[in-house]
């Protein structure tokens, strides 16, 4: 790294001390620095403990005992533990799915047929099929039970909003007023509030032979949920492309659905693509409110995790734990999609 | 004069004014029966979840309707602006929650706001440690959940020492494990009209300079008039009426802390998280919106001869508004919105009380028709309160 360095320095010297006001944020910004960081440097390395049991543990220190003792806990919760293989591979699949969508190279029908059968895959998975014990969804949790939920929420939520956004865009005016009436009620209500309905109103709205589990129902109303959300992402796509595009579909003579299908969505999609990814990154963000309803996701198990009597309290760790798997995710997300929408801008001209 | 003839055998008769019935039809569209049959089918299938939580609620024999808002509810709630007891009415505990509720979004948009763009304006800083540390410190708030935050906080607000050894910043912030301390303005010896007249000194002195923008007279000398006058009116009023402002500072006093305002620790921990998510998210569109500015313009005003402080004040901010406004208003909506995570630390907002009303009633469809229909009404007066705000920003930079 010494091959850049005579700009390094001038770039840091003009940086940190350019001017005389600049020198002065810098010694403010340090000082600040320095009554956070050796604290916490304290806290999380000198006075930590690294390995042992809870009673090796003190007060003043990090416990990162803990967190070797519980991760399983915390990653998978109380998913059988002879078959924690089954979660482990739902993690492989869906980051695999992930991974093929995130590249463009990928992009086409195949990728759209995958999409169903791996959810149908991770779903037998976690159920136990072919196990003499079928796994209740209330002993699902921690990331795969995260995964799962955001994955099947969005994919499923991706097609409803597409006609959503059509609709609303459409000169039919009585589909047209659903459709905003539809959008503007998901979008002014807290994903909380969602949730109890999915909790308590869907339980007594559905008739008795159609009775869904927790996790289940929580699905459908968050599936439900974001598709308003994802709408007026891809609504925001309608709307930049030209009305020539559609006059010059119906002059060749195609029909509504193929002019939407083979001119306008596959324009729009390239648009809103970054749209979408970050949005999918707000998601799985959301996905944590699943705790508020007693779900088992990634969240509740690490706090969950904490409240184990043998290692109570140590919810600075569990919360810790999670906070990394969370910022690792997302920030990678965030840099892909800058990384995407450089390339969509720039290139675009690849099918 | 004889021009006009000429104008007057031009006439021809234009297509008839479609009537409203043709206006409705126009509206309406093409494929009209299939409309009709897919909205049918929709409110069939509305009726048919209805009619089966209606059914669902015979059997428990609970009574549909807005009846149990008048009866009273047994539980009591943490904290609340207006006075409540165990026995007091649901509408009150529904109201209680809902002033919490305000009153956190309120706070939060305001503080995030300010704290948004502080850290917006640091994050441009040309000192990159400054710069660094900002950018830092958005994405690990932007990229982990609200919630998790939310519970640090709230561990945090737990772990703080009792108020015999909290520390005091300043004298007068203790920060306990019993709550934040801080000091507070009271009025004492006021009787409540003197708010009233606060009230209407504050509205008349707003009316006073919006009549003066409008007509086009609002300059430094009516603007500050405006002002000074109804503060002056009401310092006189006080003066005679005995009321005098008092600060109140907290104080140890033997093992709690006396005097000044006490935030709760469950409040403490919401607001922050809130602020703290939302000051970031703030801080980059505060970002975007200064950098969406061009460099040239910079440079245009400074060869005009306008100083920085200036610049910004005349050039940058109408037009960084522009972008900012629209998605500020946004970040206002989710902010009010996630203020519901308080269900999940015990902060009794209105989604708390909603939750708890419908648990100990069983009138889960009401409850949360109300919580929608607050939440809804709550967003869409925001919205438009923020699209009036816009309208004027946009159409500044468009009429000069």
Same mark, same amino acid.
């Given at each position: 790294?010494?091959?850049?360095?005579?700009?390094?320095?001038?770039?840091?010297?003009?940086?940190?001390?350019?001017? &005389?006001?600049?020198?002065?944020?810098?010694?403010?910004?340090?000082?600040?620095?320095?009554?956070?960081?050796?604290?916490?440097?304290?806290?999380?390395?000198?006075?930590?403990?690294?390995?042992?049991?809870?009673?090796?543990?003190?007060?003043?220190?990090?416990?990162?005992?803990?967190?070797?003792?519980?991760?399983?806990?915390?990653?998978?919760?109380?998913?059988?533990?002879?078959?924690?293989?089954?979660?482990?591979?739902?993690?492989?699949?869906?980051?695999?799915?992930?991974?093929?969508?995130?590249?463009?190279?990928?992009?086409?029908?195949?990728?759209?047929?995958?999409?169903?059968?791996?959810?149908?895959?991770?779903?037998?998975?976690?159920?136990?099929?072919?196990?003499? *014990?079928?796994?209740?969804?209330?002993?699902?949790?921690?990331?795969?039970?995260?995964?799962?939920?955001?994955?099947?929420?969005?994919?499923?939520?991706?097609?409803?909003?597409?006609?959503?956004?059509?609709?609303?865009?459409?000169?039919?005016?009585?589909?047209?007023?659903?459709?905003?009436?539809?959008?503007?009620?998901?979008?002014?209500?807290?994903?909380?509030?969602?949730?109890?309905?999915?909790?308590?109103?869907?339980?007594?709205?559905?008739?008795?032979?159609?009775?869904?589990?927790?996790? %289940?129902?929580?699905?459908?109303?968050?599936?439900?949920?974001?598709? !308003?959300?994802?709408?007026?992402?891809?609504?925001?796509?309608?709307?930049?492309?030209?009305?020539?595009?559609?006059?010059?579909?119906?002059?060749?003579?195609?029909?509504?659905?193929?002019?939407?299908?083979?001119?306008?969505?596959?324009?729009?999609?390239?648009?809103?693509?970054?749209?979408?990814?970050?949005?999918?990154?707000?998601?799985?963000?959301?996905?944590?409110?699943?705790?508020?309803?007693?779900?088992?996701?990634?969240?509740?198990?690490?706090?969950?995790?904490?409240?184990?009597?043998?290692?109570?309290?140590?919810?600075?760790?569990?919360?810790?734990?999670?906070?990394?798997?969370?910022?690792?995710? =997302?920030?990678?997300?965030?840099?892909?999609?800058?990384?995407?929408?450089?390339?969509?801008?720039?290139?675009?001209?690849?099918? | 004069?004889?021009?006009?003839?000429?104008?007057?055998?031009?006439?021809?008769?234009?297509?008839?004014?479609?009537?409203?019935?043709?206006?409705?039809?126009?509206?309406?569209?093409?494929?009209?029966?299939?409309?009709?049959?897919?909205? !049918?089918?929709?409110?069939?299938?509305?009726?048919?979840?209805?009619?089966?939580?209606?059914?669902?609620?015979?059997?428990?024999?609970?009574?549909?309707?807005?009846?149990?808002?008048?009866?009273?509810?047994?539980?009591?709630?943490?904290?609340?602006?207006?006075?409540?007891?165990?026995?007091?009415?649901?509408?009150?505990?529904?109201?209680?929650?809902?002033?919490?509720?305000?009153?956190?979004?309120? %706070?939060? =948009?305001?503080?995030?706001?300010?704290?948004?763009?502080?850290?917006?304006?640091?994050?441009?800083? &040309?000192?990159? #440690?400054?710069?660094?540390?900002?950018?830092?410190?958005?994405?690990?708030?932007?990229?982990?959940?609200?919630?998790?935050?939310?519970?640090?906080?709230?561990?945090?607000?737990?772990?703080?020492?009792?108020?015999?050894?909290?520390?005091?910043?300043?004298?007068?912030?203790?920060? *306990?494990?019993?709550?934040?301390?801080?000091?507070?303005?009271?009025?004492?010896?006021?009787?409540?009209?003197?708010?009233?007249?606060?009230?209407?000194?504050?509205?008349?002195?707003?009316?006073?300079?919006?009549?003066?923008?409008?007509?086009?007279?609002?300059?430094?000398?009516?603007?500050?008039?405006?002002?000074?006058?109804?503060?002056?009116?009401?310092?006189?009023?006080?003066?005679?009426?005995?009321?005098?402002?008092?600060?109140?500072?907290?104080? #140890?006093?033997?093992?709690?802390?006396?005097?000044?305002?006490?935030?709760?620790?469950?409040?403490?921990?919401?607001?922050?998280?809130?602020?703290?998510?939302?000051?970031?998210?703030?801080?980059?569109?505060?970002?975007?919106?200064?950098?969406?500015?061009?460099?040239?313009?910079?440079?245009?005003?400074?060869?005009?001869?306008?100083?920085?402080?200036?610049?910004?004040?005349?050039?940058?901010?109408?037009?960084?508004?522009?972008?900012?406004?629209?998605?500020?208003?946004?970040?206002?909506?989710?902010?009010?919105?996630?203020?519901?995570?308080?269900?999940?630390?015990?902060?009794?907002?209105?989604?708390?009380?909603?939750?708890?009303?419908?648990?100990?009633?069983?009138?889960?469809?009401?409850?949360?028709?109300? %919580?929608?229909?607050?939440? %809804? *009404?709550?967003?869409?007066?925001?919205?438009?309160?923020?699209?009036?705000?816009?309208?004027?920003?946009?159409? &500044?930079?468009?009429? &000069?």
């Amino acid at each position: 790294m010494t091959i850049a360095s005579p700009r390094l320095v001038q770039t840091l010297r003009t940086g940190l001390f350019g001017t &005389r006001a600049n020198t002065l944020i810098t010694v403010a910004t340090l000082l600040l620095l320095s009554q956070i960081l050796p604290p916490l440097f304290r806290w999380a390395v000198l006075d930590a403990t690294f390995v042992g049991d809870a009673t090796a543990c003190t007060r003043e220190g990090a416990c990162w005992a803990f967190v070797t003792a519980k991760l399983r806990f915390i990653l998978f919760a109380f998913y059988p533990t002879e078959l924690i293989w089954r979660p482990a591979l739902v993690i492989l699949l869906l980051a695999a799915i992930l991974t093929a969508s995130a590249l463009p190279r990928f992009w086409g029908r195949p990728l759209l047929v995958a999409w169903p059968i791996t959810i149908l895959a991770c779903w037998l998975l976690m159920q136990g099929t072919f196990t003499s *014990t079928p796994i209740a969804s209330n002993q699902w949790g921690g990331l795969p039970m995260t995964l799962f939920v955001w994955a099947v929420c969005f994919a499923a939520a991706t097609p409803i909003a597409m006609l959503l956004a059509l609709a609303r865009r459409s000169t039919l005016g009585g589909i047209r007023t659903f459709s905003v009436l539809y959008i503007e009620l998901m979008r002014g209500t807290p994903m909380v509030g969602i949730l109890y309905v999915a909790m308590l109103i869907l339980p007594m709205a559905l008739p008795d032979a159609l009775s869904l589990d927790k996790m %289940l129902r929580a699905i459908v109303m968050i599936t439900l949920f974001w598709a !308003a959300y994802i709408a007026e992402v891809i609504r925001a796509g309608l709307q930049a492309i030209p009305t020539g595009q559609r006059e010059a579909a119906t002059a060749l003579g195609l029909g509504y659905w193929r002019t939407q299908r083979l001119v306008i969505l596959p324009q729009a999609f390239r648009i809103v693509i970054p749209g979408m990814v970050n949005l999918a990154i707000g998601f799985l963000l959301a996905t944590s409110l699943l705790a508020v309803i007693g779900i088992f996701d990634l969240l509740n198990a690490a706090r969950a995790s904490a409240a184990d009597p043998q290692w109570l309290g140590f919810y600075n760790e569990a919360y810790l734990v999670v906070a990394i798997l969370y910022f690792v995710i =997302c920030f990678g997300a965030s840099r892909y999609s800058r990384w995407l929408e450089k390339r969509l801008a720039s290139g675009g001209k690849h099918s | 004069m004889s021009d006009r003839r000429v104008f007057r055998t031009a006439i021809v008769p234009g297509p008839p004014r479609p009537d409203t019935f043709g206006k409705i039809r126009a509206w309406w569209g093409g494929w009209p029966i299939g409309q009709l049959a897919f909205l !049918a089918a929709l409110a069939f299938l509305g009726w048919l979840f209805v009619s089966n939580v209606l059914g669902t609620m015979a059997r428990v024999g609970i009574l549909p309707g807005f009846g149990f808002l008048s009866s009273s509810a047994n539980f009591e709630i943490g904290e609340s602006a207006i006075a409540f007891r165990a026995g007091d009415t649901y509408l009150r505990a529904i109201t209680a929650g809902l002033i919490n509720t305000l009153k956190v979004s309120l %706070l939060g =948009c305001v503080l995030a706001t300010i704290l948004g763009v502080v850290i917006g304006v640091a994050g441009l800083s &040309r000192n990159l #440690l400054l710069s660094g540390l900002v950018r830092w410190f958005i994405e690990i708030t932007r990229n982990t959940p609200l919630l998790l935050q939310l519970f640090f906080w709230m561990a945090l607000a737990k772990a703080l020492p009792a108020p015999r050894q909290a520390p005091a910043l300043f004298d007068a912030i203790f920060l *306990t494990n019993r709550g934040v301390f801080i000091p507070s303005l009271s009025l004492e010896g006021a009787p409540f009209g003197i708010l009233a007249v606060f009230a209407l000194a504050g509205a008349l002195g707003g009316a006073l300079l919006l009549a003066l923008r409008l007509s086009g007279r609002l300059t430094r000398g009516t603007g500050i008039a405006a002002v000074v006058l109804p503060i002056a009116a009401i310092l006189i009023l006080l003066a005679f009426s005995g009321a005098r402002p008092v600060a109140q500072v907290p104080a #140890l006093a033997g093992f709690n802390i006396r005097g000044g305002l006490n935030l709760s620790p469950e409040f403490a921990a919401l607001l922050t998280g809130l602020v703290v998510k939302f000051s970031a998210l703030i801080a980059e569109i505060v970002r975007a919106g200064i950098q969406s500015v061009g460099a040239g313009q910079w440079e245009a005003a400074r060869a005009l001869g306008l100083h920085d402080g200036q610049i910004i004040r005349l050039v940058v901010l109408p037009q960084a508004l522009r972008v900012i406004t629209p998605l500020t208003t946004s970040s206002y909506l989710d902010l009010t919105k996630d203020s519901s995570l308080a269900v999940a630390i015990g902060f009794p907002d209105l989604v708390s009380i909603i939750n708890t009303t419908a648990n100990t009633t069983g009138q889960s469809m009401e409850a949360l028709i109300i %919580l929608i229909g607050a939440f %809804l *009404t709550i967003n869409l007066a925001l919205s438009a309160l923020m699209n009036v705000y816009n309208n004027r920003v946009a159409l &500044r930079g468009s009429s &000069r």
